[in-house]
């Protein structure tokens, strides 16, 4: 019987220090700083409804397993020094700049669409820009494979247009920008990719919402459809929404253009 009261309490000790280690590890990951990120939103309008250029992360990933996303990742240093080569529009810049943590410039701005085509290069071998005319300008390693192609990126045809904050409490953390384009600024695409995603496809809006989204994915999908449709209506656009937690809950605010 004793035995039986040490192995109850050595279970209920055992129980407690587990909870402690995941209390210490979610405090740790709610202070963790989110990192800069983009994603690129690819519409394709060939068909009679809109497609989008979405593909599966792999189930192995520390980051949303196994959902389906847009291309896209965080900024690397090679994007911030090719941003000093690169622009965006005049009213794309002012809006990245709009509750920018940290230090706002035109640099930093540049770089998150950069990222964004790096990143979709690298996941989906498909490239947005223009072919090089002159020698391209030296950069960081990450965009050497880009350049080898024959082209540079071009960003003037890029639409910032969504915004959202990973939550505390998860183990990566990133302020990610989702930027637009049409399919037809598609100017080629090579044979390989990095491997990090999965059933790379087309995707109907109707149809990409019956797979297995992250939840702010979900809401971006949404986001994307009221774009084409004040698009397609030539209505302008009052603000950027922006996701983000306080006090626990999800807010949606919008960024003034």
Known sequence: MAHGDD???????????????????????????????????????????????MGRRRPEQVFLPNTFVFPGGRVEAADRAAARCHTLSPADLEALKIEMRG??????AAALALAAVRETYEETGFILGAAHTTSPPPLAPAWDAFH????????????????????PGRPRRYDTRFFIVDAGEICHRVGRTDG??????????????????????????????????????MQTTSGVPFYYHRYGRQERALLRR
Request: charged content about 35%; overall charge neutral; hydrophobic content about 40%.
């Open 7 to 53: 192995n109850a309490d050595a279970a209920t000790d055992q129980t407690a220090a587990e909870a402690d280690v995941r209390k210490s590890q979610q405090s740790q990951h709610a202070i963790r700083r989110p990192r800069d990120a983009a994603t690129l939103v690819i519409v394709d309008r060939t068909s009679s409804a809109p497609r989008i250029l």
């Open 103 to 108: 230090r706002r410039s035109d640099t930093r």
């Open 148 to 167: 080898a192609e024959g082209y540079q990126p071009r960003l003037d045809k890029l639409t910032f247009f969504a915004r959202a904050v990973t939550p």
């Open 196 to 233: 990090e995603l999965l059933d790379i496809d087309w995707y109907a809006l109707d149809r990409a919402r019956t797979l297995k989204l992250p939840s702010i994915t979900k809401l971006v999908i949404e986001d994307v459809a009221q774009f084409l449709d004040r698009e397609r209506d």
